[in-house]
T-cell receptor, first 112, second 114 residues
Framework: EAQVTQNPRYLITVTGKKLTVTCSQN?????MSWYRQDPGLGLRQIYY???????DKGDVPEGYKVSRKEKRNFPLILESPSPNQTSLYFC???????????FGPGTRLTVT | KNQVEQSPQSLIILERKNCTLQ??????????LRWYKQDTGRGPVSLTI???SENTKSNGRYTATLDADTKQSSLHITASQLSDSASYIC?????????????WGLGTSLAVNP
């Protein structure tokens, strides 16, 4: 089944404790992206990757890191999480560019 | 400024009724417009996509229209079902150099009641 998977689905952590949210897609897509979704602000892009080893900042990249060492995986790293990073995070992928994106199930992160 | 505005913010209708959601945009240069459906707590799923030259596109009970002159789009849902309860998000793509950039609306929250 073609899908985008994210892990974990739910995470509660404390300020400053490094964490990684994994994202994997099995559709051989070149483009992958991370979004956060907050009430009243909609979906905002954090980082995106056009292909392996090619990543670029989205609209709200501060406090986040990403890497794209393999085509299928695009982990999101929070080196020192803060409460303002409490949000619902989505990973997405598409064949080429930000066109028809397939979204993962989401990761709900709470930073206390 | 590139913006996408959706109305109404929320809507409640009865099952089997029709409804229309609106999307106005000030995005240039325009590439395409897409409507997504997002169930609560889940990722968005694409419903339709329209380019500049298309003015209507259907996907089952969902029909999207696009007026590129007035920069308006609508999503019409026919004979609504309880499963249509979701947020509907309008996304406009614009040309940005060699890439495309997406401008997301905040969505319309639709509740379909029995």
């Amino acid at each position: 089944e073609a899908q985008v998977t994210q892990n974990p689905r739910y995470l509660i952590t404390v300020t400053g404790k490094k964490l990684t949210v994994t994202c994997s897609q099995n559709m051989n897509h070149e483009y992958m992206s991370w979004y956060r979704q907050d009430p009243g602000l909609g979906l905002r892009q954090i980082y995106y990757s056009m292909n392996v080893e090619v990543t670029d900042k989205g609209d709200v990249p501060e406090g986040y890191k990403v890497s794209r060492k393999e085509k299928r995986n695009f982990p999101l790293i929070l080196e020192s999480p803060s409460p303002n990073q409490t949000s619902l995070y989505f990973c997405a992928s598409s064949h080429e560019g930000p066109y028809e994106q397939y979204f993962g199930p989401g990761t709900r992160l709470t930073v206390t | 400024k590139n913006q996408v505005e959706q109305s109404p913010q929320s809507l409640i209708i009865l099952e089997r009724k029709n409804c229309t959601l609106q999307c106005n945009y000030t995005v240039s240069p325009f590439s395409n417009l897409r409507w997504y459906k997002q169930d609560t707590g889940r990722g968005p799923v694409s419903l339709t996509i329209m380019t500049f030259s298309e003015n209507t596109k259907s996907n089952g009970r969902y029909t999207a229209t696009l007026d590129a002159d007035t920069k308006q789009s609508s999503l019409h849902i026919t004979a609504s079902q309880l499963s249509d309860s979701a947020s509907y998000i309008c996304v406009v793509s614009l040309y940005a150099g060699n890439n495309r950039k997406l401008i997301w609306g905040l969505g319309t929250s639709l509740a379909v009641n029995p």
